[in-house]
């Protein structure tokens, strides 16, 4: 599976953005879904997944109540929409892919390149 995340960029706080990951080279209805994200001199952390028929779902503490991820199957795609945007939320953000649940990070299978997401206070 080849992912590629897009939507990125640089907002104020209290903005949104809505990431998307699109995936090639296989369905991904069979994988549970996530985004990470990785700030500078920290360690990468996954902030929501989403299982592979989209009946559960997990979020960071960070970040409940104003992200939602969501899946399009048919569409082979993958999306984080982020709201409430604070300057703590700048990261590089990444979508992958699990065979498994989906909830260890550890267990990921396959990775897209970032997307830079930069919130302003």
């Known amino acids: 599976v080849q992912l590629q995340a897009s939507g990125g960029g640089l907002v104020q706080a209290g903005g949104s953005l809505r990431l998307s990951c699109a995936a090639s080279?296989?369905?991904?209805?069979?994988?549970?879904m996530g985004w990470f994200r990785q700030a500078p001199g920290s360690e990468r952390v996954l902030v929501a997944a989403?299982?592979?028929?989209?009946?559960?779902?997990y979020y960071a503490d960070s970040v409940k109540g104003r992200f939602t991820i969501s899946r399009d199957n048919g569409k082979n795609m993958v999306y984080l929409q982020m709201n409430s945007l604070k300057p703590e939320d700048t990261a590089v953000y990444y979508c992958?892919?699990?065979?498994?649940?989906?909830?260890?990070?550890?267990?990921?299978?396959?990775w897209g390149q970032g997307t830079q997401v930069t919130v302003s206070s």
């Open positions: 989403i299982s592979a028929n989209s009946g559960g779902t």
């Open positions: 080279g296989r369905s991904i209805g069979g994988y549970a």
């Open positions: 992958a892919a699990d065979s498994g649940p989906g909830v260890y990070p550890d267990q990921y299978d396959y």
